[in-house]
């Protein structure tokens, strides 16, 4: 129960608090943009099997892996790709979380 809350607490939380703090004006375009973030889990459709609750996605899905994560992190330098970037790097922390509850 604690990681379940835990992981999507901070997929949709974490990002609607970053929104609400530093995009005030545009927090809805903000938060809407980072939760696309979560379309990286798409790559959970090339394991077998897509979903197993034991499995940590950390290192073992290809947009989970450390070039994809090296790659969010540079994307939030660009004032153009921040918002995306951060939402890559806010699943990524959820994740991560979610890797060290198991």
């Known amino acids: 129960m604690l990681q379940t ?11 609607l608090v970053v929104a609400l703090l ?8 903000a938060y809407l943009v980072m939760i696309a973030g979560m379309l990286i889990d798409l790559d959970h459709l090339l394991a077998t ?12 899905h290809p947009l989970h892996s450390s070039f ?15 918002l995306v970037g951060l939402g890559l790097v806010i699943h990524i922390i ?9």
């Open 94 to 102: 959820a994740d991560t979380i979610d890797c060290s509850l198991m």
């Open 49 to 60: 099997p897509i979903f197993d609750p034991n499995r940590c996605s950390i290192g073992f």
């Open 22 to 29: 530093f995009y005030k004006s545009n927090w809805k375009y």
């Open 68 to 82: 994809a994560i090296l790659f969010y992190i540079f994307l939030c330098v660009p004032k153009t790709s921040r």
């Open 5 to 15: 809350f835990a992981h999507y607490g901070c997929h949709f939380l974490l990002p």
